[in-house]
Nanobody, 116 residues
Framework: QVQLVESGGGLVQPGGSLRLSCVASGSILSDNAMGWYRQVPGNQRELVARVTTGGSTNYADAVKGRFTISRDNTKNTVYLQMSSLKPEDTAVYYC??????????WGQGTQVTVSS
């Protein structure tokens, strides 16, 4: 069993920055990917960014150049540094962990609101 605990969401003005954190705990296998997804009510949950244990990254086109995903394998933590935030970035952001084997785990979600 794996648990993911997210933090860092909140209200920020357009053009501002915010950093999300997600700490994984439990029976975590070393070979995995961690990622951030976001969802607006009525829409499908979409990939924002992901990073493997080895450091390979993947970003959605909408956030390239503005968001940076990183992880600290010693702390089982993944971060999402969000800069130049836009109102369309407003969503619930979810952390997930995808092991080589077994089920996918999701965090509870954290609200990010970009508004003046």
């Amino acid at each position: 069993q794996v648990q993911l605990v997210e933090s860092g969401g909140g209200l920020v003005q357009p053009g501002g920055s915010l950093r999300l954190s997600c700490v994984a705990s439990g029976s975590i296998l070393s070979d995995n990917a961690m990622g951030w997804y976001r969802q607006v009510p009525g829409n499908q949950r979409e990939l924002v960014a992901r990073v493997t244990t080895g450091g390979s990254t993947n970003y959605a086109d909408a956030v390239k150049g503005r968001f940076t995903i990183s992880r600290d394998n010693t702390k089982n933590t993944v971060y999402l540094q969000m800069s130049s935030l836009k109102p369309e970035d407003t969503a619930v952001y979810y952390c997930n962990l995808v092991p080589r084997f077994g089920r996918i785990y999701w965090g509870q979600g954290t609200q990010v609101t970009v508004s003046s």
